[in-house]
């Protein structure tokens, strides 16, 4: 994402559009283009959590022709919900503006066909589907790809230089810069071939399920609230809880000291939301992936129920 927001040749006017639930790496890099005079405008969800598709058509057409990126999470780590970023891709085109799509948690859990859903860019990191930190992928349309100015220059990038100048290589190797991770692409190699095994509308079935057990395991308890839409088919394999009055750190620490259950607590890096409703500790987020099942969810609802039916008395 940060190639992408500082590979583009800005024009001092230009507006960016993200929804209000983004993880800080799909608002920052937006952000620190406010010293060359590009704007960012949100989209604010409904109370839902849900994608407010008429209020991002009406931003994008009171925006006009300064319109230049519209960057949406496709699924989010906040709370599991998905945006339909088919229609809002059609209707950032319609506008005239480069779709960027943030996959981080919709490719490791659900099928993504980048040509149905007709974005011009889609990033996702490799650390979120079984792989090595530090990895990710930026898949984009050709002719934007090798429009980006490269952020970072080294050896590779180029097909010659010399004191007065250089030439750059065609995409990738122009964006590459530095000598390759190589540890890094082998690891990525065996988790993409570890998962192409598998299924995965099967996984996301899978996560639907076990979401469902937690979900319903847990709705009734005091001091509970689960963000976003009540159905768990909604949320994906993620279950973020709002806690009232009780700590979501010390109940994160309790979950796994007393029955060994990770989950984790705090702001997720989606900043912005928890700011905008002025939630300071932020949520307890249980989320699911291909390694867990019924059990797994059983176990985080008996333990949970446990610890805030006794931390409510
Ligand atoms: C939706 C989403 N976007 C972006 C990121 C950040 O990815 P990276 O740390 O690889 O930049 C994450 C989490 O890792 C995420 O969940």
Excluded at 44 to 66: L, M, P, R, W, Y
Excluded at 104 to 117: E, G, K, M, R, W
Excluded at 193 to 202: E, G, T
Excluded at 291 to 304: L, P
């Amino acid at each position: 994402m940060n190639q992408v927001a500082h590979g583009i040749n800005w024009r001092e006017g230009d507006v960016v559009i993200t929804s209000d639930r983004e993880h800080n790496s799909n608002l920052v890099p937006w952000l620190k283009l406010a010293e060359l005079g590009v704007e960012l405008r949100t989209v604010k969800s409904h109370d839902d959590n849900t994608f407010d598709i008429e209020n991002f058509e009406n931003i994008c057409a009171e925006v006009g022709n300064k319109l230049r990126m519209v960057s949406l999470v496709h699924v989010g780590n906040l709370d599991g919900v998905e945006i339909p970023v088919k229609t809002a891709s059609k209707i950032a085109h319609d506008h005239g503006a480069i779709v960027h799509i943030d996959g981080a948690q919709s490719v490791p859990h659900l099928p993504v066909d980048i040509t149905d859903i007709g974005c011009d860019l889609l990033s996702f990191s490799i650390h979120k589907m079984l792989g090595p930190t530090g990895m990710g992928v930026l898949w984009g349309k050709e002719h934007i790809l090798s429009e980006l100015e490269p952020i970072c220059a080294g050896g590779g990038t180029v097909t010659d230089a010399d004191k007065s100048g250089y030439s750059l290589k065609e995409i990738p190797s122009r964006l590459e810069g530095g000598l390759g991770h190589y540890a890094g692409i082998s690891g990525t190699e065996a988790a993409l071939d570890f998962l192409s095994n598998y299924d995965m509308q099967k996984f996301a079935e899978q996560e639907i399920r076990i979401n469902n057990i937690i979900s319903e395991g847990i709705k009734n308890l005091p001091n509970v609230e689960i963000i976003g839409p009540e159905s768990a088919r909604e949320r994906g394999g993620i279950c973020s809880i709002l806690l009232d009055g009780i700590d979501v750190q010390n109940t994160g620490i309790l979950l796994d000291e007393m029955d060994s259950v990770f989950v984790r607590s705090g702001l997720h890096c989606v900043n912005q939301w928890f700011n905008d409703k002025g939630i300071e500790q932020g949520s307890l987020r249980a989320s699911a992936y291909a390694y867990n099942n019924d059990e797994d969810a059983k176990r985080f609802v008996d333990s949970f129920s446990e610890i805030i039916e006794t931390l409510s008395r």
